[in-house]
């Protein structure tokens, strides 16, 4: 058996690396290519360092697997030192993971660029892995009814982590359109959560079988990463450019808008009866073309400006319902609304490629 876990931990090491150098290899081109995109109004909280953090974690695994490897070449699998270093690194991956579901749009919204609750739920983490390293500084291997003590708080923390990835990946592939992925990303998921419960479960440590499906699992993982990484770009490459965008307020609820790289040239837009939406829009507008750059922000949140960033979505699938766009198409909200932080947000566009006819500004500044 010796050799199959050998086996197993050398797979597991170049699987890894692999994965980690393709991911930061994207996120360096990405980087490169999209520079000026990524940094528009928002230089801290950008969506690529979500990958970055995805192949750290990768990275992480592949120190593991070398930990590992080591562990039984020289014969000190059983020792406290190995659990320690085990229990180090498995930290340290949750905790890149979790910073990686911070620039995940579709993550549940209390971790989505929500640094409070990611601050909380990393200490957690240090928390239970702390209470890991005493239990086994403590109790060792004990097994009580079949169970692994001193990996129940590992094993607890690796479950929500899981089910937050679950979420995140499913939402974030069906936003994209890839609805079999999405439910591939579930199952993958479902297998790293099902790979760890044999740490705890000491029935379920029947060797081979675990082995076999950690290498499918981590394999699997590697390539929704990469697909991951993949619509990330494509998405960077179809994000209109500000200075290619232009909208023109003619009227109480009519715009005219143009976005030539999804195919909209001076379309009128008559939000009608939608009169929030419009003078949202309209707010977003007066602010970016005729206040200072501290001012050009509204708060959307429950206590500010904007009550939700459901307002907010709803200006853009008016606009997308009106003029019948393809799906390929489509505007997205972060297509002409740019988030800056804190609950910050302001239209993309260029204040000089914004026009308010004259009689609307001074019938809106009349309010």
């Excluded at 911070?102 to 240090?126: C, G, Q």
């Amino acid at each position: 058996m010796i050799e199959v876990t050998q086996f197993h931990n050398v797979s597991h090491i170049c699987i890894s690396l692999i994965g980690a150098i393709l991911l930061l290899a994207i996120y360096y081109n990405i980087r490169k290519r999209f520079r000026l995109v990524l940094e528009e109004g928002n230089s801290v909280k950008r969506v690529d360092r979500g990958l970055l953090y995805l192949s750290f974690g990768m990275l992480i695994w592949v120190f593991s697997g070398i930990w590992a490897y080591a562990a039984n070449y020289f014969t000190f699998a059983d020792t406290l030192t190995y659990q320690v270093g085990v229990n180090l690194l498995s930290t340290i991956n949750n905790l890149f993971w979790l910073l990686a579901l911070y620039y995940f749009h579709s993550a549940p919204a209390f971790i989505y660029r929500n640094e409070k609750n990611v601050k909380i739920i990393a200490v957690i983490i240090l928390i239970v892995a702390s209470l890991t390293i005493v239990l086994s500084s403590t109790i060792g291997n004990t097994v009580y009814n079949g169970i692994k003590i001193t990996s129940i708080p590992d094993v607890l923390l690796t479950t929500f982590l899981c089910i937050l990835m679950g979420i995140s990946f499913f939402r974030t592939f069906m936003y994209r359109g890839l609805k079999l992925v999405a439910v591939i990303s579930v199952i993958v998921i479902f297998l790293l959560f099902y790979s760890q419960l044999h740490d705890v479960i000491v029935v379920l440590d029947d060797g081979f079988n675990n082995h076999l499906i950690r290498i499918i699992t981590k394999t699997s993982l590697v390539a929704v990463f990469l697909v991951l990484a993949t619509s990330w770009v494509i998405e960077l490459a179809h994000t209109p450019k500000p200075n290619e965008m232009r909208i023109k307020f003619i009227d109480w609820s009519l715009i005219q808008l143009s976005i030539p790289s999804r195919g909209i040239y001076d379309a009128r837009i008559d939000f009608g009866s939608k009169t929030t939406q419009y003078k949202n829009l309209l707010n977003f507008a007066y602010r970016r073309k005729h206040l200072q750059a501290n001012e050009q922000c509204i708060i959307v949140n429950s206590g500010g400006e904007i009550k939700s960033q459901t307002y907010l979505t709803r200006i853009i699938d008016n606009i997308n319902s009106i003029l019948n766009l393809n799906e390929d198409d489509k505007l997205h909200r972060k297509d002409l609304i740019t988030f800056v932080g804190e609950s910050q947000y302001r239209l993309r566009i260029l204040p000089e490629n914004i026009v308010i006819d004259e009689a609307l500004l001074s019938e809106y500044l009349k309010q």
